[in-house]
């Protein structure tokens, strides 16, 4: 074949795992459907277990020469509760950083192509090629030309939560969700801030942080039952939201906005199986949640080392296995070991595993209907300034939120004793009941 691998889709998730792969040695090729750069909707934070992939990577430095500027101070207001403090130290890495998407895919391919991977883009995959059961190539055409087929021994779908590949394979959804929140964002000149500010008030949470071109990125999320009437007057209702913020409303009135505002109500939650006879899935197209935890990227970062991890391992045993269809559930799969149906069988249950925690908090918080034991807990830290910093890591993924977000800690923090081991484990399970 003409490819070890195939990677459909070349941005954040794409061009990662493309990049990984091919400093493995690997030939990729990866099509993308757009040109680069260009922008696309995006909930644009990378958090601090992402960055400091970057950092591994060697990309940070890029990031940081094309002038987007690090986060490292934040101020969050709940309501009447107001937190303030610093990211956690994660690896080495204690800044978050919000490029446009414009900056950081062009980079993921450009680093990519150094590596020696093969990016094609305005590229369109057409159908995936078959044989005996297995997917084996696809066939793609390029703007204006005729369509070619391109032959590998693993496709890989990083084509987005709609993903071609993940519908041509009848990959399996499941813990599915519908939209609980729309999205809008917009960036803007002139913002006066000190530091990244989160908000969360009244059916409505809001970020404020920096990004490139010395524009400052403004988000907004709300119930999604309140779109139809959102949509009716989008400024006028972000604005609106904007104007319960503090005093964020007014230094938008004395700010300008740079470009036209964004706005989504297309925010699925759900996983999916990622992998069977000669495919694939990686990023939103295996496990997309809502943008209010602002995940997508550094989960796209994470989910390409483990998958391009488990398909050089794959691919580096000699590529002659063909796996079976993948099992019902990760914990049905055989063990890791037995060929590479075991191996990508591990990546099954090493993503769910780490992305559980994370997706039950973002459902919570989509719902944007906070309960009792939220605001608790948010008075409690209120008391311990010490612990902000523990706070914000959760929300960054760099402690477990499904640990971090439990009674144990809330015991903790109202008694100053540690929870016991029985409550502990029911925090891990049950949350907090955010929403």
């Known amino acids: 074949m003409a490819y070890d691998v195939i990677i459909v889709g070349g941005r ?24 680069l750069p260009s922008d696309t909707v995006s909930s644009h934070q990378i958090q601090v277990p992402g960055v400091a992939l970057l950092r591994d990577w060697g990309l940070l430095d890029r990031l940081r020469a094309a002038g987007t500027p690090p986060t490292r101070h934040v101020r969050f207001i709940a309501e009447d509760t107001v937190l303030a403090g610093d ?14 998407r414009t900056v950081l895919d062009a980079m993921l391919a450009d680093a990519a192509r150094e590596a020696g991977a093969e990016v094609r883009e305005h590229v369109r995959v057409e159908e995936l090629l078959w044989r005996d059961g297995r997917v084996v190539g696809v066939r793609a055409r390029g703007r204006g030309g005729a369509a070619v087929d391109e032959t590998a021994r693993y496709v890989v779908g990083a084509d987005g939560k709609h993903s071609f590949v993940a519908q041509a394979v009848r ?27 989160l908000y969360q008030q009244r059916g409505r949470a809001v970020a404020v942080f920096p990004t490139n071109d010395d524009l400052t990125m403004v988000y907004m999320s709300a119930p999604m039952a309140e779109f139809e009437e959102f949509r009716g007057g989008i400024e006028r209702g972000y604005l609106a939201t904007a ?3 503090g005093d964020l409303g007014e230094r938008l009135a004395g700010a300008t906005r740079a470009e036209r505002l964004r706005t989504t109500p297309d925010q699925p939650n759900r996983f999916r199986v990622p992998y069977g006879p000669g495919w694939a899935l990686v990023g939103d197209a295996g496990v997309v949640m809502d943008s209010v935890t602002a995940q997508g990227i550094t989960n796209a970062f994470t989910d390409a080392a483990r998958l391009s991890g488990a398909l050089a391992d794959c691919l580096g045993a000699g590529g002659t296995f063909v796996p079976e269809s993948a099992s019902e559930s990760p914990a049905e799969a055989r063990p890791a070991g037995e060929g590479p149906r075991g191996v990508l069988a591990a990546y099954h249950r090493d993503r769910d595993r780490a992305l559980g925690g994370m997706y039950d908090l973002t459902l919570r918080l989509a719902r944007h209907q906070p309960g009792i034991a939220e605001r608790l807990l948010l008075a409690a830290v209120a008391r311990r300034p010490g612990e902000v910093s523990r706070l914000l890591g959760a929300f960054a993924g760099a ?4 640990r971090y977000f439990g009674p144990a800690t809330l015991v903790r923090l109202l008694t100053g004793y540690p929870c016991d081991r029985r409550a502990a484990v029911s925090g891990r399970r049950e949350g907090l009941g955010w929403g």
């Open 12 to 35: 954040v998730a794409g061009s990662a795992t493309a990049m990984l792969l091919a400093r493995r040695g690997l030939r990729v090729l990866v099509l993308e459907r757009a040109g």
């Open 87 to 100: 990211f956690p130290e994660f690896r080495g890495v204690d800044t978050l950083y919000s490029p446009r």
């Open 171 to 197: 990959a399996r959804a499941y813990r599915e969700r519908p939209p609980r929140a729309f999205a809008c964002y917009g960036y803007w000149s002139g913002l006066p801030m000190e530091h990244g500010e």
């Open 243 to 245: 104007a319960r913020c």
């Open 399 to 402: 402690e477990a939120p499904e």
